[in-house]
């Protein structure tokens, strides 16, 4: 049960450069015994960092991260049972406020607040006592409110801290008391706050500097030799007043720090010192970088007098893969750190330019690598009651982005009112689906089912006479490398055929889960739309020998893995997909839509040599250029860098995107060879397929029920294998040329020398 709430939303009587703090003295009441328990729920409109008697209730940074906040508002609750036992007295609770998603700056459009101009926070404090008495302290007009040290604070343009203004003890009883001001309360539907299910967003790692020079137009450049995400903190003693300011970036073009990716973006931080010792950490922005651009520092600037902050949601890494290829290790590298990076409280498309939203088409196609790689299940579900608000509240629409931000833009830009899309609106579909699959949790499917038929239902309602999707706007397949650089929907394949493929994934997908949730009524229903569905398709996109319209390596990819041809068509069209793919000389034709299925295509077809001549060349485009390149996360697109080392021309261009990186998940199927027989890995298949003159491979995944986990070798033409089955499950071994095993739980060696 949610608590009762006594608390209201206050805001400062004054912005305070948008980073106002708000402070309360109190004392616990007498005559009660000692602290049984005490708890404390916290929230924001803006972000909030929390202090009590000065120091922080928690590690959380950038609290409480970004919902549907027209809907939702999250809270989290903290122990401080121990807190407030160790002393009595007066105690300070203390809440720091920034903009964040509330106030900022989102989007490209240059707008901000757009779910309100006022910064608030609300806090309850209930202490219980031994005779059973509870007290609460609550933010109301009795608080204060003072300045920060921080003088701007923006996500996408970073943030601003004078450290002259410092007041280290601001929220401890010892506080000076001078200049605080009062507070005012806020209307707010307490309706709306709803516990946070997902993750907090903490530090995660510190990386040093690898190196710091000056660039040829005189500029200290820093290289900390990782594509990632947060921000830089340093110690460091200067005069005072004077500003160090570090600037942060991606790449390096033409031997300079490469910013025009960043858009309008500032992503700068300045920091204005005491003329003591200071230490600064911007911990109300966020950005996404491996180098920065430092100007101001006192004196000479060395490797050691910097660190890197990594940040993003706490997920636990459960999976791994590594093969005996280098460059392939590399490149699932980058697809970890991509999801790291992308995978701040919202599952953003990139984290560093004027954009950082959740678009929807990206995790559609990535959710089963990011639910191998990382417990993404509460996370993701958190996600998707979001998404589920925005999809009930917009008609049965599932817009492009959740939280859905560009229903504010102005009415002019083309992405304001959409309808549903394929691949895009698809994720209210494909992302439960993958999820119940890795997590054979079937709550969370029933949790997410109601959108899922509505999302089907209302794409039944888009479709022509014929029973195509072929009318609407279609993103298609955004980003084919044969697209011009400012034309990313120029794609070889027709839009068509993409939406309808689409339509029958989901219908069919949709159909299974209400079988299984029992619903039916309704699988007949959605059982009986993707048969009229895959009809239409194969009357007006496919002749009788397997051709499918535009004659592309997405078309047939997405026509073989989403399972609308059967028999000769099928093989047909895999026959056909190879020949495309040795016409392309095995580089990349696909685009979001083709890229994580074509592979997959390919080996189910009897092309494995094709799909591994695919996944492991290294001209452009292609999965392994950017590693070629020093890539450390998965671009936007497959030439964001051109081979001369310039940024590519579009306007849209990012370094850390993770949806092009979906191929991972064929590379823990297919290579390592691990994947789901039942949902949840109840039972699973072991059935790596060597090629691609790898010798060997190993994965291993942390299902509900265990470790699975499969290291396989050839030696001499003869493969080996070494299977892990965790308790309580089975796993059926598949190895080329031999029959399938049965193995229970525990540790197998099968092959040469078993």
Request: aromatic share 10%; glycine share 12%.
């Amino acid at each position: 049960m949610p608590p009762t709430w006594r608390a209201t939303m206050i805001a400062a009587d004054a912005d305070h450069d948008g980073a106002p703090l708000l402070r309360r003295r109190f004392t616990l009441e007498p005559g009660h015994g000692e602290v049984r328990r005490a708890v404390l729920h916290v929230t924001a409109q803006g972000v909030v960092e929390t202090h009590l008697d000065g120091v922080p209730v928690s590690d959380d940074v950038l609290a409480p991260g970004w919902s549907s906040y027209e809907w939702r508002l999250r809270y989290r609750t903290h122990d401080v049972t121990g807190a407030l036992r160790e002393s009595g007295g007066e105690h300070v609770l203390g809440l720091a406020l920034g903009n964040g998603w509330s106030r900022g700056r989102l989007a490209w459009g240059g707008g901000r607040a757009y779910y309100g101009d006022d910064l608030g926070g609300f806090a309850q404090l209930e202490v219980e006592f031994a005779d059973g008495h509870t007290q609460f302290v609550v933010t109301d007009e009795a608080w204060e409110s003072h300045a920060s040290a921080v003088t701007a604070n923006d996500l996408y343009d970073g943030q601003s801290i004078d450290a002259r203004r410092l007041d280290p003890a601001w929220a401890t009883v010892g506080g000076d008391r001078e200049g605080w001001g009062g507070v005012r309360t806020l209307e707010f539907d307490t309706g709306r706050l709803t516990e946070h299910v997902g993750p907090p967003v903490r530090r995660q790692e510190v990386l040093p500097a690898q190196r710091v020079w000056t660039s040829p137009s005189g500029k200290t450049l820093v290289d900390f030799g990782q594509n990632l995400v947060g921000w830089v903190r340093f110690s460091v003693r200067g005069g005072a007043g004077s500003t160090i300011t570090i600037r942060h970036a991606e790449v390096l073009e033409r031997e300079e720090l490469g910013t025009r990716p960043l858009r309008s973006a500032e992503a700068t931080d300045r920091f204005t010192l005491s003329g003591g010792e200071d230490s600064f950490e911007p911990t109300f922005t966020f950005h996404g970088f491996r180098y920065a651009e430092v100007d101001g520092w006192p004196g000479e600037l060395r490797p050691e007098d910097l660190e890197a902050v990594v940040v993003h949601s706490q997920l636990r890494r459960t999976g791994e893969f590594e093969c005996s290829n280098e460059l392939l290790n590399q490149l699932h590298r980058n697809v970890v750190w991509g999801t790291k990076g992308n995978f701040l409280d919202v599952p953003t498309d990139c984290p560093q330019r004027d954009e950082r939203l959740g678009w929807t088409g990206d995790l559609a196609v990535f959710a089963p690598t990011a639910a191998y790689l990382f417990d993404v299940r509460d996370f993701l579900r958190d996600w998707l009651r979001d998404m589920a608000l925005e999809q009930r509240h917009g008609g049965g629409i599932v817009p492009f982005v959740v939280p859905d931000v560009l229903k504010y833009l102005p009415p002019h830009d083309e992405f304001r009112d959409p309808d549903s899309t394929a691949v895009w609106s698809d994720v209210a579909v494909w992302l439960p689906w993958a999820l119940h699959q890795a997590y054979g949790d079937d709550e969370l499917l029933a949790e997410s089912y109601p959108a899922m038929a509505l999302h089907v239902d209302h794409v039944a309602g888009l479709l022509s006479e014929t029973g195509l999707w072929d009318t609407g706007f279609q993103f298609g397949d955004w980003l084919d490398p044969d697209a011009p650089p400012d034309e990313p929907a120029a794609a070889k394949a027709d839009k068509g055929v993409v939406a309808t493929a689409c339509v029958f994934r989901s219908a069919r997908t949709t159909a299974d889960a209400a079988r299984l949730l029992g619903h039916e009524e309704d699988a007949g229903r959605f059982d009986a739309l993707a048969e009229r569905v895959r009809a239409a398709f194969l009357e007006h996109y496919v002749d009788e020998q397997g051709l499918v319209l535009s004659d592309c390596a997405t078309a047939y990819a997405l026509a073989i893995e989403f399972g609308l041809l059967e028999g000769e068509q099928r093989a047909w069209a895999g026959d056909r997909l190879a020949e495309l793919a040795e016409k392309a000389g095995y580089r990349v034709s696909t685009g979001f839509a083709g890229t994580p299925y074509v592979t997959g295509a390919l080996s189910s077809t009897g092309h494995l040599d094709t799909a591994y001549r695919l996944l492991l060349e290294e001209q452009c485009p292609s999965w392994l250029y950017p590693v070629t390149m020093g890539a450390t996360t998965i671009w936007e697109r497959w030439d964001s860098m051109l081979p001369d080392g310039t940024i590519n021309p579009g306007q849209m261009t990012s370094f850390n995107h993770y949806a092009l990186g979906a191929v991972a998940d064929w590379v823990h199927r297919t290579v390592a060879g691990i994947s789901p027989l039942e949902p949840g890995y109840r039972r699973a298949l072991i059935a790596p397929q060597p090629g691609g003159g790898l010798t060997w491979a190993k994965g291993s995944l942390d299902t509900p029920h265990g470790r699975l986990a499969v290291h396989w070798r050839l030696e001499g033409g003869q493969l080996s294998a070494e299977v892990t089955v965790p308790e309580g499950t089975t796993a059926v071994l598949r190895l080329p040329g031999e029959g399938e095993r049965e193995l229970p739980a525990g540790t197998h060696r099968v092959g040469a020398g078993s």
